[in-house]
């Protein structure tokens, strides 16, 4: 299976700007989505085939990357992007998520 | 507005059988490729299968392949997963989620709000 690596964790101040990574095992051409959930909500849809807007997402959120590395960046971030974010990949079965980056906001 | 609401979840035994469904609206259902994801309590996601929209290609994740079963009815416009020989590893949240293409490639543009089901004795 395609392993999904993202970093845990990042801490930003409101304002700044953020890059959280996802780094695939193997190449997953562009087919690399990201998703945001909140605490005690379901995922929702944030970027798509790595750098597509998903419709009625902010343009604060942008995708880039293609093979095995990828980016989410918001910027400015705000404080209720305070979530957690998930790279998902579709090129290689079985569909594999990462393991999420938790954003904080200081 | 698209929804999909899943049920069926609850405590169960391990080794016993679960049906969950889903029920969707706002779109039309036998349009779609859906799937079921489920999240742990560690919060690691897993994509377990899909179906396409209507009903005659089902597509597995390896490891769960043997034990669940995914299938829909159009008619009614609802998704259900079959789980049978549960283990306590399966305990989770599972989602249900609407597929969109882009070129011969999918994501989940749209997510239920989960229903948990809890594998205990």
């Known amino acids: 299976d395609t392993v999904l690596t993202q970093s845990p964790a990042l801490a930003v101040s409101p304002g700044e700007r953020v890059s959280i990574s996802c780094r695939a095992s193997?190449?997953?051409?562009?087919?690399m989505h990201w998703y945001q959930q909140k605490p005690g909500q379901q995922p929702k849809l944030l970027i798509y085939?790595?750098?597509n807007l998903a419709s009625g997402v902010p343009a604060r959120f942008s995708g880039s990357g293609s093979g095995t590395d990828f980016t989410l960046t918001i910027d400015p971030v705000e404080a209720d992007d305070t979530a957690t974010y998930f790279c998902?990949?579709?090129?290689?079965?079985?569909?594999?998520f990462g393991g999420g980056t938790k954003l904080e906001l200081k | 507005e698209v929804q999909l609401v899943e049920s069926g979840g609850g405590l169960v035994q391990p080794g016993a059988s679960l049906k969950l469904s889903c029920v969707a609206s706002?779109?039309?259902?036998?349009?779609?490729?859906m799937s079921w994801v489920r999240q742990t309590p560690g919060k690691t996601m897993e994509w377990i299968g899909d179906?396409?929209?209507?009903?005659?290609?089902?597509n597995y994740a390896p490891s769960l392949k043997n034990r669940f079963t995914i299938s829909r009815d159009n008619a009614k416009s609802t998704l259900y997963l079959q789980m049978s020989n549960v283990r306590s590893e399966d305990t989770a949240t599972y989602y249900c989620?609407?597929?969109?293409?882009?070129?011969?490639?999918?994501?989940?543009?749209?997510w239920g709000q989960g229903v948990m089901v809890t594998v205990s004795s």
């Open positions: 085939k790595a750098s």
């Open positions: 989620t609407r597929e969109a293409y882009y070129g011969y490639k999918s994501y989940f543009d749209y």
């Open positions: 179906i396409k929209y209507d009903g005659s290609y089902t």
């Open positions: 998902q990949q579709s090129w290689n079965d079985p569909r594999t």
């Open positions: 706002g779109f039309t259902f036998s349009d779609y490729w």
């Open positions: 193997e190449g997953v051409n562009s087919y």
